[in-house]
């Protein structure tokens, strides 16, 4: 191998890192001045869904485990730290390749700034201005901390900016995760979920939820399922549910509220080409998630977020996406609306192409 071929570690975490470090690694491996390795902190430890998320996006075993498990942010973002660290010392990397706003991402990006080595950061610049928010902490130190920050919207390159980021920094080259929804939509199609939980066609709404502010807060979470009640009696609703937001309900008094729902099909956690399937086909989605205000952008499905804020905002500025936060009244006018067929409009942003991948890797290999 040259010495000019950079050794780059690409880190995922968590399972919204996959989608945008696949298409990048795929197209890392094809380069011939390019030398990457993928590693996996294990920061989400079902290695159950890991697996069927890897299998799904066609991704390699990883190069490297880190097997963290879960905790709490600090203990979290130290192990990964500790055994990121002895990592780098074996490898010594040219580059390390971060995507989104994990505690992988920023646990990795401490560890390689007090190394010396280039971080690179994928999906740079999004900014809620909730800093109740982990995320936001951790997308604004990793962005102070990179070398080259890859961004998705011009609204992300202005918000670098004016946090004194140097402009040639900065290469706004679009959306990864779209690049991975446009390559699999098609094998999505094959998936029989809709013959399984016994579905038709924009005959239901799909729901996921999982953030602190909605699941860990027994009121907003209340909210939303009075909000879901009433909605419940005009569509089924899909509700692929995670552990920690079953132990919620529980631990809440919520489940009787929650089997009270006659509509309500309830299902584990889904693999990504089953889940592009569901929400292709949805009436719309409810969320708290950050990535699916995206995807639902793309497919042109209607996306009410579950959130008073986003980072994404260009979703809602250009594409399918309203903000209800978790005020029923708001959450049932405006589903009320797409039932009546008086859902909003939207287009694809710039650059959500598909081709995201290949402005980064050809800008890497420069």
Known sequence: MSNSVKKIINVVGARPNFMKVAPIFALMKQSTEIDPILLHTGQHYDDAMSKAFFIDLNMP?????????????????????????????????????????????????????????????????????????????????????SDILFTTCKSAN?????????????????????????????????????????????????????????????????????????????????????????????????????????????????????????????KFVLTDSGGLQEETTVLGVPCLTLRVNTERPITALEGTNTLVGNNTETIINESLKILNEEAKGGRVPTFWDGKAAERIVNILEK
């Open 158 to 282: 202005a918000n670098l900016i004016k946090e004194g980021i140097p402009e040639e920094k900065i290469h706004f080259v679009g959306n990864v995760m779209i690049d991975t929804l446009l390559q699999h939509k098609k094998k999505a199609e094959e998936s029989s979920i809709l013959n399984k939980l016994g579905l038709d066609n924009k005959d239901y709404a799909a729901i996921t939820l999982h953030r602190p502010s909605n699941v860990d807060n027994r009121d907003n979470l209340a909210a939303i399922f009075k909000a879901l009640k009433e909605l419940s009696k005009h569509i089924g609703i899909v509700f692929p549910i995670h552990l920690r937001t079953v132990e919620n309900i529980k631990k809440y008094g919520l489940s009787d509220e929650m089997r009270s729902l006659k509509n309500l099909i309830t299902t584990a956690p889904m693999g990504y080409l089953d889940f592009l399937k569901l929400v292709s086909n949805s």
């Open 61 to 145: 075993e990883p190069d490297i485990y880190l097997k963290v498990g879960s905790g709490s942010h600090a203990k979290q973002t130290a192990r990964i730290m500790a055994r990121f660290e002895d990592v780098v010392e074996n490898e010594r990397p040219d580059m390390v390749l971060l995507v989104g706003d994990v505690n992988s991402t920023i646990a990795c990006s401490l560890v390689a700034a007090k190394m010396n080595v280039s971080i690179i950061h994928v999906e740079a610049g999004l900014r809620s201005l909730d800093w109740s928010m982990p995320e936001e902490i951790n997308r604004i130190v990793t962005d102070s901390l």
